[in-house]
């Protein structure tokens, strides 16, 4: 099996390469970068300021054929789908792709001041969010557990950065 | 666990597809419906937890749907979505028995914990059943691992105290698992559905200590752009875990005494008084009655978290424990590891029983996960753990205090890896800034 990390929109080059040194490093799946030529001006809300989320998977599906494995799309855009005011990010569950947006793991977002160390743990910890959905994983009630669900960046940081044993038994 | 059912009615696709898969992620069994009559097609046949229904829909709206829905299942919790200018319908809908509504666009978190609380109150009544019959059976986190008596004294304690609301004060060396008891407190006790919040005591710079406890408002600062949720107000409802609480400075120890006390609180830069309900367990590997008698630490504040004490032997005392645990990393580092490495041999275990663990439960947690690491053959060797064929270590003293105990295990660490203090710092399980303090509190330098 294969992850393929696809930034889109995507400009920290130092973040990147971190996210794919840790991946390569701490899981057993063969890790590559990909280039995806998403266009992501059709998904601009001028009223919401905001990137469509699906929009991105929808794209990704068509461009994608080829790659056998997880196809993961990075990107520092901030997205919404039309119910919810924003998105950190959005997966098929038991399926291929999934889209991580750092734009609100940024700590300057919230107090102003930068954190780098925060944001590539906030990064890591939506990554592996999102592949466990694609592998098949549904929230879990552990606060331990990097599936606990997150709707705010409080709860992104409370929870456990890696699988809880139960939600790693499912993930093999 | 019981699997809610919730149908979603809307008649924009997308809004339907996201909801679907917002609440399939979330674990529950969603099924979506267009209009009205496929809605009622499927009430006819199932039976649904919760309805989320567009307040606008061609044909039937969701006020009629609303009370079509009540007809034939008076106990469905519906909850309206509707756009800002028909919030007036929207009270109009309360009145006919919704539960809530929300405007689109909604956010995230609010949505959440909607459909939980208003799915919380449907099953409170079984829960509170289910409770009862199963107040016998514990629930201990997977690495609070131990068979020997002193560890059996703990989980009886840790039964005792959890169902109450009784702040604990946990004691213990570095390593010997006091989080891991916090947990297990929290997770049978009634709070267990709301998250247990660890706060780091030691690693909090005072600077940015008021906004991380209490939170902050938007504005009340330069580039403090958004709202933002301190710790006590995410521990609402759930446990808050106090660790290395000798650490905190004075000015600290009375607001935290304040604040345990009134269990309110303001965010930085609001005038709004937020109520939080929490329990709270602390937790200190250092003496607090020296440190009381000494004015370092505040005797009020003191005896209000001494309520209930929980002392957590180390390691060297229960070695009868070695063995489980090590199996115990042992099987969690090949399943995360994918190794097929089986047992540990007989030489490698006897080492193990007979090592004097100064860094206690995570030290040996370390050692094992390294040797699984390095490991290559069906056995873990004694070659493969960290010590090589080192003379077995023993505690020089059997007087030597807690701090000596602390001391002397954070001077062999750093000497062990050169003064590299984030590498030090890993191994023992502190973050740096923790690590800092303690250098200094030893007066510990690099010769």
Redo the contacts between chains.
């Keep these: 099996m294969k992850i393929y990390i696809a930034p889109v929109k995507f400009s920290n080059k130092t973040l990147l390469n971190d996210v794919l040194l840790h991946l390569k490093q701490k899981s ?1 799946y063969h890790t590559e970068e990909i280039f995806l030529d998403i266009k992501i001006s059709g998904l601009y809300s001028h009223e ?1 300021k905001q990137y469509y989320s ?1 929009g991105f998977i929808e794209q990704a599906i068509k461009l994608t054929e080829k790659y056998e494995g997880k196809v993961l799309i990075l990107t520092e855009v901030d997205l ?8 950190f990010g ?2 098929q ?1 038991g399926g291929k792709h999934s889209l991580v947006s750092v734009c609100r793991l940024h700590e ?6 930068g954190n780098y160390n925060m944001l590539l743990e906030r990064t890591l910890k939506e990554i592996y969010h999102e592949l466990g ?1 694609n592998f098949g994983l ?2 879990c ?1 552990d ?2 557990c990097v599936m606990h ?1 997150s ?5 992104v940081d ?1 929870k456990g950065n890696y699988f ?2 139960s939600c ?2 499912n993930l ?1 | 666990m019981k699997k809610f059912k919730i149908l979603v009615v809307d008649d ?1 696709r ?2 339907r ?3 679907f ?2 609440f ?4 529950y069994d969603v099924e979506t419906a267009e209009d009205a009559l496929i809605a009622l097609k499927k009430f006819d046949v199932g039976k649904y937890d919760l309805a989320l229904l567009d307040m606008k829909m061609p044909g039937m709206s969701g006020l009629e749907l609303l009370a079509k829905i009540k007809e034939i299942d008076s106990d469905c919790i519906v909850i309206l ?1 509707t756009a800002f200018a028909s919030v007036p319908s929207a009270i109009q809908a309360l009145k006919q028995g919704a539960y809530d509504y929300v405007t ?6 609010e ?2 914990h909607l459909v939980k609380n208003a799915l919380d109150q449907k099953v409170l009544k079984e829960e509170n059943y289910r409770l009862k019959s199963s107040y016998d059976e514990m629930i201990i986190p ?1 690495n609070l691992v131990g068979e020997s008596e002193e560890m059996k004294k703990i989980f009886e304690l840790i039964s005792t105290v959890a169902p109450t609301d009784t702040t604990v004060m946990i004691r213990g060396e570095s390593g010997t698992g006091k989080e891991l008891v916090a ?1 297990a407190i929290h997770l049978n006790s009634k709070r267990k ?1 709301f ?3 660890t706060v780091n005591c030691g690693a909090l710079a005072e600077t940015l200590l008021e ?1 991380e406890l209490f939170g ?1 408002e938007k504005g009340s ?6 709202r ?2 301190g710790k006590f107000e ?1 521990a609402n409802g759930g446990t808050i875990f106090l660790d290395e609480i000798g650490s905190i400075s004075t000015k600290m120890q009375i607001e935290l005494l304040r604040v345990i006390e009134t269990k309110k609180f303001n965010r930085v830069g609001g005038n709004d008084v937020i109520s939080s309900d929490f329990r709270v367990i602390a937790a200190t590997n250092e003496r607090l009655e020296d440190m009381v008698k000494e004015g370092k630490f505040r005797e009020d504040l003191f005896y209000r978290l001494n309520v209930f004490t929980l002392v957590i032997p180390p390691l060297r005392e229960r070695k009868k424990d070695i063995p489980v645990l090590a199996n115990y990393f042992l099987n ?1 580092f090949c ?4 190794k097929g490495i089986k047992g540990i041999s007989e030489e490698a275990m006897n080492f193990l029983s007979e090592y004097s663990w100064y860094g206690n439960v995570r030290e040996l947690e370390n050692a094992i996960e390294r040797a699984v690491v390095v490991g290559k053959g069906s056995q873990i060797q004694i070659s493969d753990l960290p010590f090589g064929n080192t003379p077995t270590e023993t505690v020089k003293s059997q007087n030597l205090s807690l701090s000596d105990i602390e001391r002397e295990y954070i001077e062999k660490t750093l000497l062990k890896n050169d003064w590299n203090i984030s590498r030090s710092a890993e191994i023992l399980g502190i973050d740096r800034v923790t690590l800092y303090n303690k250098i200094g509190k030893y007066g510990l330098k690099k010769s």
């Design positions: 057993e919401r699906t919404y789908v039309p119910v919810l005011t924003f998105l959005e997966a569950l300057e977002f919230y107090s102003g001041q959905h549904r929230h009630n606060w331990d669900s709707n705010g960046i409080e709860e409370i809880c044993n790693l038994k093999i | 924009e997308i809004v597809e996201s909801l898969h917002w399939e992620e979330e674990g979505i689109k666009p909604v956010d995230p978190d949505l959440n997977d947990k559905y998250p247990i919040v906004s902050h600062f330069t580039g403090a752009h958004h933002r949720k995410m969690k399943t995360a590891m994918n």
